[in-house]
């Protein structure tokens, strides 16, 4: 075998090689990606049912306040009309806003995550992608220095 022969299938084999290493890298990015989207949907889920938790929270607390300042009421004789009532009724005002904006916000982070995941899928995509045109332009540059007898 020859000096030119040998120099020929080292720069094939080196090609090849680089190509096969291409593609290895972008099935390698996209599997991380793809586990990075699944924690950040997992995280969406968790995220979304802990805001419900909390909203649950901040309404129980609500009621708890609205309740215990009737029972004062009660025990010093003050009835529940006039401005009790109205003392009462933006106290549940304020407690149902309150737990909408703490669902609210759960919500939004929830859907962040879900963004970041769908995010992290195309790039895993895009990865292998690129993996393919690495390889492709690793080949043709093999080939080109071949047919110029580069090798």
């Known amino acids: 075998m020859g000096l030119e022969t040998l120099a020929l299938a080292a720069g094939i084999g080196g090609g090849v090689l680089s190509a096969a290493g291409s593609i290895q890298k972008g099935q390698a990015a996209k599997q991380a990606a793809d586990y ?32 215990a300042g009737r029972a004062m009421r009660g025990a010093t004789g003050v009835t529940g009309e006039g401005s009790p009532l109205l003392v009462d009724e933006d106290t549940v005002r304020q407690v149902a806003l309150g737990a909408a904006r703490t669902l609210h916000g759960g919500e939004l982070r929830a859907n962040r995550l879900k963004d ?30 071949f047919g110029k007898g580069g090798f």
């Open 36 to 67: 990075n989207a699944a924690v950040d949907a997992q995280r969406a889920v968790e995220e979304k049912d802990q805001a419900q938790a909390d909203t649950q929270d901040y309404i129980r607390k609500g009621s708890d306040t609205v309740e």
């Open 116 to 145: 970041d995941a769908t995010l992290q899928k195309m790039k895993g995509e895009a990865a292998v992608t690129a993996s393919y045109l690495d390889a492709g332009s690793s080949l043709l540059t093999s080939a080109g220095k």
